[in-house]
């Protein structure tokens, strides 16, 4: 193996390996310290071993293969998020995971995978520009209408950041830009008139339920919230090495893994996790820079779009700086299929291959 590229591999390697001992290392910790996430570990542990498996099985394969089908997984992925609806199991509210017994899964989070697959296959054969723009939007707008019904108001935003990656890295032109802003703007003007001066209205209008998901979203500042309190709480009393005074927070594995991360190792774990991100991002930064292959430039702006925004969402929301919307931190929050599909997107950003 060549000097550069052992080079370029142990920069994604390295990282990535530290972000995977910390989440072990974590769920070990609070396996021991609360039963009720006792096989947490263990469960961890495997759901890394199958992604690394399955990153090797992609990174094998001829990824123009995984396009060439992409239109059928995708299909395929909408069935059962309409499937999930009726058969699925509910938890905190959201019924969006199959309970296969051994283990949850949840289409959801393959939809980011699917997604992305699919517009990468079909937008490069659309000369149009419009049509590019309506097709993107059209097939992310069906996932997410099933989706909101579940709800899952973060999985919903990933879709659309997804969207609008791989819709700039198709380099479509400046007035579609603007007329976009001016549609959005005038959206944002009159749902706020409604919102702060004809509130019964509005909520005919969308429906009480999704009325309370926005406005919950709006006023996160100003509302309690005993999962941020405990966060908060739990990252204030830490210190910088490892800590003998554990703090309870709701959703700690998932949600809220760096206040529960910062608890237990320190403040030195969240600078490592800090370092280890930031060695990611510039990685896939410069690869999206680099590649000349037009499918595999629309993949990576895609995925870097929904990959730094969970990394700020999830990291603002545990220190309250943003809303909590239940978006997991990739590589590091406990969740099979998260972890799954993550090195999913790794099989194909690693594939070196130039024809797909």
């Known amino acids: ?71 059928y997984l995708y299909f395929f992925n909408v069935l059962l998020l309409i499937l999930v609806l009726f058969f699925g199991k509910t938890v905190n509210g959201s019924k969006a995971w199959f309970d296969l017994h051994f283990f949850s899964f ?30 993107s939007l059209f097939l992310t707008v069906i996932p997410s209408l099933f989706v909101f019904l ?43 008139y409604l919102y702060l001066y004809q509130k019964d209205l509005l909520i005919k209008i969308i429906g009480t339920s999704f009325f309370y998901r926005i406005d919950r979203l709006l006023t996160f500042i100003n509302n309690d919230s ?11 009393s830490s210190s910088f090495f490892l800590n003998h005074h554990y ?20 403040f030195i774990s969240f600078i490592f996790i800090l370092l280890s991100f930031f060695t990611l991002d510039i990685y896939f930064i410069y690869n999206y820079f680099k590649t000349q292959n037009k499918k595999k430039k629309l993949f990576y702006a895609g995925f870097l779009l929904m990959f730094i925004f969970a990394q700020i969402e999830n990291i603002g929301m545990n220190l309250g700086l943003f809303p ?4 997991p931190l990739p590589f590091l929050s406990y969740g099979g299929t998260n972890i799954i599909v993550y090195f999913m997107f790794l ?9 797909y």
């Open 226 to 236: 005993f999962q941020l309190d405990r966060s908060l709480i739990a990252i204030g």
């Open 150 to 192: 579940e709800p899952d108001t973060g999985a919903i935003i990933i879709y659309f950041l997804i969207t609008l990656g791989v819709i700039i890295a198709s380099k479509i032109p400046k007035k579609w830009y603007f007329i976009f802003l001016s549609i959005l703007t005038i959206l944002i003007i009159t749902f706020s």
């Open 1 to 71: 193996m060549k000097r550069k590229e052992l080079l370029n591999k142990l920069i994604i390697i390295i990282p990535l390996g530290i972000l995977i001992f910390i989440s072990l290392l974590n769920m070990f910790i609070i396996g021991k310290t609360n039963l009720t996430y006792k096989d947490y570990f263990l469960k961890q542990t495997i759901w890394f071993i199958l992604g690394l498996l399955i990153l090797f099985i992609i990174y094998l394969i001829k990824p123009q293969r995984l396009f060439k089908y992409s239109k």
């Open 324 to 327: 909590i919307i239940g978006l």
């Open 247 to 266: 703090v309870y927070i709701p959703e700690a594995p998932t949600d809220f893994i760096i206040a529960l991360s910062i608890n237990n190792l320190g």
């Open 106 to 135: 949840q289409p959801s989070e393959l939809m980011k995978f699917t997604l992305l697959l699919y517009l990468c296959e079909k937008l490069p054969h659309l000369k149009n520009d419009l049509k590019l723009i309506l097709t």
């Open 347 to 355: 099989g194909i950003l690693l594939n070196n291959t130039k024809n």
